[in-house]
């Protein structure tokens, strides 16, 4: 590798202006003016995700959140997406893990209207019975339709032995018998107990006028009261569910394996997250991480493969990802251990370092290009409670990341025998190959409804 | 080095005097130069931040394919990866990405567009990397066999071992007899086997030429020094001998054409394709209004029928891509798990017969036009963005400013206009159908 790295000298980031306002009713509103273009992004965050769901009605946060905008305020949902579809804006609700998302994108000119329509859906849902039935045998259809995608299904199976029982898996588990029990009074119990000002943040990020907008939100969320008046908090993982475990989904007409290998990561905001994140990089980020080279361009394996941290609040998961066909699956699981394990052992060396520090340095700002973007990572740094300097020094404290760090942060965290193996596809072909990895279970897809 | 002759875009530089202030500030930012070897130039300059995109498009598709080494476009894509001679082999993302850059390529039908998003401090560098793969690529035994591998078992990923895949397949050999549409992007698995290092290298100097590119640069950087570099890397590339045309042989069609993709799945599923007009034909934009009024939004016509009153759908798309060659108009239809695909076939048709029979309302009229023009301005809003709209507008119909000007070409399209091309272009003997026919899933 003859690739010359020099030490970044890094141009400074234009943040726009963010001012912070807390309504008497204690919502917190994020400001953020910019253009040129006559665009407005606006995001509600409301700490009441997934994981906050009742067992045995997993999912319903997101599901009455999708419903917000099929009837409000005494409008049908046929109106109110005429509304927001005229004027060529979008709006909706959904949930993740830890927060319940309302958002709207929408031309400047008709911030006023849109955004006294996002208010009106997130203050005055009236979930009417057949907007529930209907969005009940959608979401049910959706959910058997998704078995058919060996990537979903493989995330699917994934979740269940990563995180186990742990609320962060209810988002993906929720299944056929939650959706089929959700009741109308569920969906008003979620509304009335689980969201209210006190934890929200509104961010509003675009082309606007400043107090204009304030005194429209005073006017349309001023008003909004109840709800939980101190965050809820996510319990702790116990680990991971199924260690040194492989589960296969069958699919038999596939001639193609979908692998997943999931173990323990870090949370969000952890003191390691630089040394974590140049150091994935350099194992399974770009097109030239290590994954990448032996898998796809060593060995032609595969057309992907990479590896991710996913960071939540209290815990966080790793996985390396990749496919190949039926025949080559046992390579693709030697070749991705060995480089977990060569990783975890001897660290990044110091070129591979200083090139990812350069790519993840020269690529962040194209992270906060768009109002959107802008408004996420703001959110973020609000959500997880990050220093405030995270993204006006992200670039720095990447640069500033060393080999001895970074090889300390691969030690401490990647897997050594604790981890556990997904695979979707011909179990009948792969049961044999596989067993080696550890013990196997084979499970339908329709075990994973 | 001869001085090239450059041509800066002061002579026309409004498209149109309607321009909305935030478009008609990106169009007289726009610089245009023409090298003397035929490479086509055009640098948006813009600061919000520190980054610039540079887009690379190729004139050049599966249309231009013979059968025998189809896919040789993509699995070439790939290539362009692989080495040339300042930059061997594994050397082009090491490079790019050790600057602070990275890059990504696709290849369609019509077109091949490699990009390069990166810090501006890397542009030099990302000139040079871009030109000597332009100028020298080496296509090494080897790295083609590699390649092809990897191409092959992208070709299982997206169409063997996915349905929309299989059915996307199928039903381009029914749209197209003729003409080179009908093969897949990717190729047929055979022909990707097929392909001999020798096409490659022919292929190469025939479509690789700097006469059959454009070069788009956005983001912030100098404008003069950005061109000083693209003349110093890109002007010492010889221009190639242009590009034989391509023959649109395609008979008519004299009826409806159905074909069924049996295979292990939940529930069936639809796609239905019309053949359209090509891309800088003007009812295209009609038929984008025709696209927009009965897809997007929940209220769209067919996703309220279908999804939400008739519930025959769990979704419904619609898709129209512009193409140099007559196109098609194309619905997908996910169904319900027991749903009778006939029915929905009769419930689609239906709504679009009530187009082609009343048109639409002038509020969805109004409606298709504002997000039009909506869906224009979100794609300007990133550096990346902007390089990839203005320049796909420039290869489909021959100039940017054309791009710009949509909205205003929107503007102008009639409820009549709506009407008949629905008419004309939905009509029954236009169209191909292929239905997913859900089989058990096989007990091995």
């Not at chain 1, 107990?193 to 005194?215: N, T």
């Not at chain 1, 949370?267 to 150091?279: A, E, N, Q, S, Y």
């Not at chain 1, 340095?361 to 992270?367: K, V």
């Amino acid at each position: 590798m003859k690739a010359t790295v020099e030490v970044p000298k890094l141009r400074p980031l234009k943040l726009p202006r963010h001012e912070v306002r807390t309504l008497p009713n204690g919502l917190t509103v994020h400001l953020v003016p910019r253009g040129p273009l006559p665009l407005v992004a606006v995001r509600l965050v409301i700490r009441g995700g997934s994981a906050f769901d009742p067992i045995g009605r997993l999912g319903v946060g997101d599901f009455a959140a999708r419903l917000f905008r099929r009837g409000a305020g005494g409008e049908t949902a046929d109106q109110i997406s005429d509304e927001v579809d005229f004027v060529a804006a979008s709006v909706g609700g959904f949930a993740n893990e830890e927060n319940v998302i309302l958002s709207l994108s929408t031309p400047s000119r008709h911030l006023e209207p849109m955004f006294e329509l996002m208010a009106r859906i997130l203050l005055r849902p009236d979930f009417p019975e057949s907007e529930l039935e209907l969005s009940r045998r959608r979401t049910l259809s959706a959910l058997i339709n998704d078995l058919d995608d060996p990537g979903s299904l493989a995330d699917r199976a994934l979740v269940r032995a990563t995180w186990g029982s742990h609320p962060y898996a209810n988002e993906t588990i929720a299944g056929k018998k939650d959706i089929s029990a959700y009741t109308r009074d569920d969906l008003r119990h979620f509304h009335q107990e689980r969201l209210g000002p006190q934890i929200a943040h509104l961010y509003l990020v675009g082309s606007f006028d400043l107090d204009d907008v304030m005194a429209t939100v005073e006017r349309t969320l001023g008003g909004w009261k109840g709800g939980p008046s101190e965050k809820p908090i996510v319990p702790p993982w116990a680990g991971l569910a199924r260690p040194g475990e492989v589960l296969i989904v069958d699919k038999p007409e596939q001639t193609q394996v979908q692998m997943r290998i999931g173990a323990p990561g870090v949370k969000r905001g952890h003191p390691d997250h630089f040394p974590l994140v140049t150091m994935n990089t350099v194992l399974g980020g770009g097109f030239t991480s290590r994954l990448v080279t032996e898998i796809r361009v060593k060995r032609g394996l595969s057309y992907g493969a990479g590896s991710s941290f996913d960071m939540m609040s209290v815990a966080g998961t790793f996985t390396v990802s990749s496919f190949t066909r039926t025949e080559t699956i046992e390579s693709l699981i030697d070749v991705s251990l060995a480089e977990v394990k060569k990783m975890k052992e001897r660290g990044p060396t110091k070129t591979e370092l200083a090139t990812v520090q350069r790519y993840i340095s020269g690529l962040y700002p194209g992270r906060l290009e768009t109002n959107e973007n802008i408004s996420g990572a703001i959110a973020d740094v609000v959500h997880y409670g990050l220093p405030e300097t995270w993204i006006s020094e992200y670039r720095e404290r990447i640069a500033a990341v060393t080999v001895k760090q970074a090889a300390a942060a691969a030690q401490e965290h990647l897997f050594g025998p604790e981890r556990c193996i997904v695979l979707v596809g011909n179990a009948d072909k792969l049961r044999a190959k596989v067993e080696k990895y550890g013990p196997v279970t084979v499970l339908k897809p329709t075990e994973l409804e | 080095m001869p001085k090239p002759a450059t041509r800066t875009s002061s002579r026309s530089k409004r498209p149109a005097p309607t321009l909305p202030p935030a478009l008609e500030a990106i169009a007289k930012s726009v610089i245009e130069v023409t090298l003397p070897n035929g490479l086509q130039v055009r640098l948006l300059p813009s600061d919000a931040v520190p980054t610039c995109s540079f887009y690379t498009f190729f004139r050049v598709g599966s249309r231009n394919e013979i059968p025998g080494t189809t896919g040789i476009s993509h699995l070439f894509e790939h290539m362009m990866f692989n080495g040339a001679k300042k930059y061997g082999p594994g050397q082009f993302d090491r490079v790019l990405e050790s600057s602070g850059g990275t890059s990504n390529a696709y290849t369609s039908n019509d077109v091949t567009v490699y990009y390069e998003d990166f810090m501006s401090e890397a542009l030099e560098k990302v000139i040079d990397l871009e030109s000597d793969r332009m100028r020298s690529l080496q296509v090494t035994p080897k790295m083609l066999e590699s390649e092809r591998k990897v191409v092959m078992e992208e070709r299982r990923l997206r169409v063997d071992n996915e349905i929309g895949g299989l059915m996307d397949e199928e039903l381009s050999t029914l749209v197209w007899k003729a003409h080179p549409y009908r093969w897949p992007v990717i190729g047929w698995m055979k022909d990707i086997e097929n392909i001999k290092r020798e096409d490659c290298l022919d292929y190469f100097r025939t479509y690789y030429a700097p006469n059959n590119a454009t070069l788009y640069l956005s983001g912030d950087f100098e404008p003069k020094k950005a061109l000083a570099m693209i003349r110093k890397y890109y002007a010492g590339i010889k221009a190639g001998p242009g590009a034989p045309p391509v023959l649109d042989s395609e008979p008519e069609q004299k009826g409806e054409r159905r074909a069924e993709v049996r295979h292990p799945a939940q529930a069936p599923s639809l796609m239905i394709a019309w053949r359209g007009p090509q891309g800088t034909d003007a009812d295209t934009l009609v038929l984008d209004v025709l696209q927009y009024a009965l897809s997007v939004g929940q209220s769209s016509r067919l996703t309220r029928a279908l999804v939400f009153e008739q519930e025959i759908a769990i979704g419904i798309s619609v898709d129209w891509t512009w193409r140099f060659d007559p196109g098609a108009f194309t619905i997908v239809m996910e169904l319900k798990q027991h749903a009778d695909p006939k029915k929905a076939e009769a419930a689609l048709y239906a709504e679009i017969k009530k187009v082609a029979d009343h048109g639409l309302e002038p509020r969805e009229l109004e409606k298709a036009k504002n997000n039009l023009s909506a869906h224009l301005l979100r794609e300007l809003a990133t550096n990346n963005g902007r390089a990839h709209a203005l320049g796909t507008y420039e290869l489909m119909l021959g100039d940017w400013r054309q791009g710009l000007a949509l909205p205003s070409r929107y503007e102008s399209i009639t409820g009549d206009q709506v009407k008949a091309a629905a008419a004309r272009y939905l009509a029954p003997e236009r169209r191909s159908v292929v239905t997913l026919v859900p089989t058990p899933e096989v007990e091995a």
